[in-house]
Every structure is written in C-alpha cells, then in structure tokens.
C-alpha cells in the first residue's frame, strides 16, 4: 500500500456497501460507493462491460481505462488464479509508472552552478 494510492469500488445494487465491505476489504481499501443512481459508472464506464478499471492520476486525469480479465464470468470465482495474478500486474504496473512519475516531477532539478 501506499499513502498516494486509493483503490475505490463502485456498488450499485446487491447490497449496502457495509455488506460489501465486510466480503472486500482486508485493510483500509478499497473505498466502497454507492452508486445506484449509476453516476460514476456513467462517467467512466459508458460502453465498458462489468468489471472494468480506470487509473487516476494526482490531477483525476483518466490515465488508463481498461475492461478485467474476468468479463462474463458469472462468479468472481469463475476467475482463473493466472487472470488475477494478470490483473494484479497490469494495475500494479500502471499504479507504480504513476508514482515514478509523480516523483520525478515533485523532485527539482539541480541548478546550474554559478561561475
């Protein structure tokens, strides 16, 4: 985990978000909204099946957008251990090349030395 980083899921229908929670979350995150009104998905996901990912940068500029490995499985149990581990460094991947960039641009350059 890190302190720049939150990993957000979206619910609508199905259940309250502390029902949710309580089968998702193994710490702090993922953050669950209640989206039944379809606000967010609307937002980011037209035309993208169920699940779908979206990567956000520090400015909440959509930096990568892309449909899960497990689309059209019935159950999240229906998923292959090699399509999560898949998912896994696909946003592991994403998440860190956004980091190391927010680095870079957080840390000056050296001056130049005055003669």
Known sequence: ?????AYLVSLKGGGSCSSWASTLKTSSQPWII???????RDSLFTSYP??????????????????GPCCGSSSIWDCSQASVDSLNATLTGY????LNEAKAIATPSPSPALS
């Open 1 to 5: 985990a890190h302190p720049n980083v």
């Open 34 to 40: 209640e989206d039944s009104a379809y606000l967010l």
């Open 50 to 67: 169920h699940p779908s990912y979206v990567i956000l940068d520090w400015n909440m500029q959509i930096r990568h957008k892309f449909v």
């Open 95 to 98: 998440v860190t090349n956004l």
